[in-house]
């Protein structure tokens, strides 16, 4: 099993482009999210989805959007990048039971100009 | 209500010494208290979790300690090695799936060989 996968490692882009983070699971799990990391912050969970077909919003959802069409894949689209989105950004996956335990993608490491 | 705090910033303990990190959470509906570790470059990946229903949960040299009345949980871990060097982060977590859980912002330990 390849885990989380995100893609892609690194990306660079100007103010107002837009752009989409792929993440990819293959353990099957239903839960899936996405979280910003900034130093001094920890996580903040960005956008979730408990199943195919279903998203919500998180503590900091402004600027992105989600969709989840298969249980495998959940893309984060930035809409129009600003440079206050200078980020990592990880994927989590978790699967349905008693522990909420989080398995996390390598990151995205995304500046905006 | 939301938060964790999670403290020191940073660490800086000798090989063989202990390192002790300290979180506390303010809801009490929060019932999965996990603490994560990440190396530079990868996403975080669970540790040692625990329930409030007990105060203290051990696996090898880490062990977590946890106090319901005063809020507070640690971790601890003993005989530390250079491996050891990461960041940590502490969260606290309600229901299933993770996508309730809020993290602290996390502690940078470096262990001195």
């Known amino acids: 099993n390849a885990g989380v996968t995100q893609t892609p490692k690194f990306q660079v882009l100007k103010t107002g482009q837009s752009m989409t983070l792929q993440c990819a699971q293959d353990m099957n799990h239903e839960y899936m999210s996405w979280y910003r990391q900034d130093p001094g912050m920890g996580l903040r969970l960005i956008h979730y989805?408990?199943?195919?077909?279903?998203?919500d919003q998180g503590e900091v959802p402004n600027g992105y959007n989600v969709s989840r069409s298969t249980t495998e894949d959940f893309p984060l689209r930035l809409l129009s990048a600003a440079p206050s989105q200078t980020s990592v950004y990880f994927c989590a996956s978790s699967p349905p039971g008693a522990l909420p335990t989080q398995y996390f993608g390598p990151g995205t490491r995304l500046t905006v100009l | 209500q939301q938060q964790v705090k999670q403290s020191p910033q940073s660490l800086i303990v000798q090989k063989g010494g202990i390192s002790i990190i300290n979180c506390a959470y303010e809801n009490t509906a929060f019932d999965y208290f996990p603490w994560y570790q990440q190396f530079p470059g990868k996403g975080p990946a669970l540790l040692i979790a625990?329930?409030?229903?007990?105060s203290e949960k051990k696996e090898g040299r880490f062990t977590i300690s946890f106090n319901k009345s005063a809020k507070q949980f640690s971790l601890h871990i003993m005989d530390s090695q250079p491996g050891d060097s990461a960041t940590y982060f502490c969260a606290a977590s309600r229901g299933t799936g993770g996508f309730k859980t809020i993290f602290g912002a996390g502690t940078r330990l470096f262990v001195k060989a």
């Open positions: 989805s408990v199943g195919a077909g279903i998203t």
């Open positions: 625990i329930r409030p229903d007990v």
